[in-house]
């Protein structure tokens, strides 16, 4: 039986408003006013190291100065600017009483994984909850799947599958050696998770339940 790992911002939870306003705290603090949050939808998925930098080409000093802003505002108030999405629980809970294990697998710090699925009540649902560190030792997705894989004794990445709403969470599963379904009611395109290579593109989340049960490797 498949390992079912799950992304969480744009997958489970829509953190748009508490990423987007902490990253905006962020800038201001280096002079940058960005007015429209949706301008900021881009830092949504991927480190943070990679947004501010690919975005604004700052050296790696000024970079952890701003993520060290980000989190100053994201720790109190950011963390709790989200919503689930339609049938998240739903969804955990009936692939739960099928026998699934269940991982979190996010790029954001595990610490504020564990908290926000707390928040949600979802937290019991999952076996494992792996997010990144505050060190960089673990960042990217890849090195996230690769830390459940060792949690959850995974000698063949091709036992897991990873839903995410990215490229990349597309191109980190791809990376690590396992397929991924996407689903299109994220942050991300469906165009480009297609293009990279997703098993699936999903408009909801029964319908990666249904894709699921019938998936056969």
């Known amino acids: 039986?498949?390992?079912i790992l799950f992304d969480l911002d744009g997958t489970i939870t829509d953190s748009f408003e508490g990423i987007t306003k902490c990253v905006q705290y962020?800038?201001?603090?280096?002079?940058?006013?960005?007015?429209n949050l949706d301008d900021l939808r881009s830092y949504i998925g991927p480190p943070l190291k990679y947004s501010f930098q690919k975005n604004y080409d700052f050296d790696d000093e000024t970079t952890s100065y701003l993520?060290?802003?980000y989190r100053e505002r994201f720790d109190k108030v950011g963390i709790f600017e989200n919503r689930l999405y339609d049938g998240v629980e739903?969804?955990?809970?009936?692939?739960?009483?099928?026998?699934?294990?269940?991982?979190?697998?996010?790029?954001?710090?595990?610490?504020?994984c564990k908290k926000i699925l707390e928040k949600h009540g979802l937290d019991g649902y999952?076996?494992?909850?792996?997010?990144?560190?505050?060190?960089?030792?673990?960042?990217?997705?890849?090195?996230?799947?690769?830390?459940?894989?060792?949690?959850?004794?995974?000698?063949n990445p091709r036992e897991c599958l990873l839903i995410g709403d990215t490229i990349f969470d597309?191109?980190?599963?791809?990376?690590?050696?396992?397929?991924?379904?996407?689903?299109?009611?994220?942050?991300g395109d469906k165009k480009e998770m297609e293009q990279a290579g997703a098993l699936?593109?999903?408009?909801?989340?029964?319908?990666?339940?249904?894709?699921?049960?019938?998936y056969q490797d």
């Open 1 to 3: 039986m498949k390992k």
């Open 26 to 35: 962020a800038l201001k603090h280096k002079g940058i006013e960005v007015e």
């Open 67 to 69: 993520i060290e802003k």
């Open 90 to 112: 739903e969804c955990l809970k009936a692939l739960k009483e099928k026998g699934y294990p269940l991982a979190l697998a996010s790029s954001k710090p595990e610490e504020a």
């Open 126 to 155: 999952f076996d494992e909850i792996v997010g990144a560190t505050l060190d960089e030792r673990i960042s990217t997705k890849q090195e996230v799947l690769q830390e459940v894989f060792r949690r959850m004794k995974v000698e």
């Open 170 to 187: 597309v191109e980190g599963a791809k990376e690590a050696g396992m397929e991924c379904i996407g689903v299109s009611y994220g942050f």
């Open 200 to 214: 699936v593109v999903c408009d909801n989340l029964k319908e990666v339940e249904k894709y699921i049960e019938q």
